[in-house]
Each structure stands twice: as C-alpha cells, then as structure tokens.
C-alpha cells in the first residue's frame, strides 16, 4: 500500500479513539490506537517491536475535518429514520451528497426528518466492517462533544 494512503487511515483512526471517551470504550479505543501505530510504523518501514505500545493522539486538532486526512475519500454515511434507511455520502469538503445534491450535513439531515436537526450529531458511519456505527461529528477534530 503507498505510504500516504497508510498516513491518512491512521490519522482517521486516531480522530475516531479521540472520540471514544465513554470509559467503557477505551478497549476499542486502544485498539484503534495500536492499529493507527502498526500502519504508522508501516509507512516509516518499521518493524513493530513491542506489540501494544501506547500511541498518543495529536495534541492540538483542527477545527475542521482535514482534507489530507482523509485525503479527498469520500464517507457513505446513512441513517435510520422512522423505519426507513438514508443512505448519502461526506464529501471531502464536508458536504453531505444526499439524492444527487451537495449541501450541508444538516440540511441533508432537514430534508429527511423536515425539522431542525444538527446534521453532524445525526448521520452516523461505520469506520470499519466489524466496529460499531459512530456519528460523523466524531470526524471532526476534537470528537464528539
């Protein structure tokens, strides 16, 4: 894998650990930081030595979701409402792709529930096949709040 491809899902990873404060998800938290060191240790061509080292998050996050970070990916992201699944994409300038239209995770957000509704605390993701759903205001710096 090209090495800045192995830098920016580490860098993922460690916004999603910075945002799984909830003392019962520090296992997972540990996890994601053990994995966001293996793959910086790959990109570095290290070998891993000492399996389990603590990795620390950046100490001083962005305000927004960085670009180079996710470097120009694109997120689907979806929700459940009133029984019925939405499905849309993050864009890598932070807007939400919903029906074929740009615009704002909680505009995308108020044309499905047509209330006002924080779209960043609503559409949720999945970073990876086996973890659980998480909101994509965990995507920007800081986690959720």
Known sequence: ?????????????????????????????????????????????????????????????????????RAGQEIRIFRYYKGKRYDAVLEPNNDVRFNGRPMTPSAAAMDITNNNVNGWRWWKFRPSPNSPDMLIDALRSGGVK
């Not at 910075?18 to 296992?27: C, M």
């Not at 061509?45 to 389990?52: K, L, R, W």
Request: hydrophobic fraction near 40%; avoid cysteine.
């Open 1 to 69: 894998m090209h090495t800045d491809g192995l830098i920016e899902r580490a860098q993922l990873l460690l916004r999603v650990a910075a945002a799984l404060s909830a003392p019962e998800l520090e296992r997972d938290r540990a996890n994601l930081l053990t994995w966001a060191g293996e793959l910086l240790q790959r990109a570095a061509g290290a070998s891993i030595s000492e399996p389990g080292q603590q990795i620390r998050t950046p100490a001083e996050p962005t305000n927004t979701i960085s670009v180079s970070g």
